[in-house]
């Protein structure tokens, strides 16, 4: 669909992979300084069986942030939802002039995107330096006199930084 673009990226918290779509703005006006950052629609790899007709025709029911058990819409209340949404977040012209053609470029736009957000890989872990460890060794006779010392320096380099 011409008036949006798709791509892909990684959750801030969880660092699962999400499809990002957000309408197609000239580089140079939308990153400009002071300028507000692009608005965009995010689906989380979490959530893509929603828009899956195969997987998520009858609806089902499912736990809320809250904990309390609530109904998951079908795949077709989902979809009609997202392309309300997308229609009106990037302001993609009046609905009622062709819907049904609109509607349907949308939820083909999100679903074209979905086999290639189920096959990224999670987020890989980035290695970060914290600090430096320092290990001796020590050599010693037989009567416990310290014969040799050895002193090694090495970066101390973790997957996750230690907060």
Known sequence: MADLIRSFGYDDDTGLPVMIIRKNTPTLKTYRFGARVPVSYCI???????YSEKHNRHGSMGFDEDGILKPIPNFMQIMMKTCID????????SIEKRQ????????SFVEDGLDELVKM??????????????????AR????????????????IVKEPLL
């Open 44 to 50: 989380k790899l979490n959530d893509a069986w929603m």
């Open 86 to 93: 997308i229609h009106q977040l990037f302001n993609l012209g």
């Open 100 to 107: 049904k053609q609109k509607f349907k470029k949308i939820a």
């Open 121 to 138: 890989p999670p987020q890989p872990k980035k290695l970060v330096t914290v600090g430096e460890y320092e290990m001796i060794t020590e």
């Open 141 to 156: 006779n037989e009567k416990g006199e310290i014969e040799g010392k050895t002193v090694i320096k090495q970066p101390l």
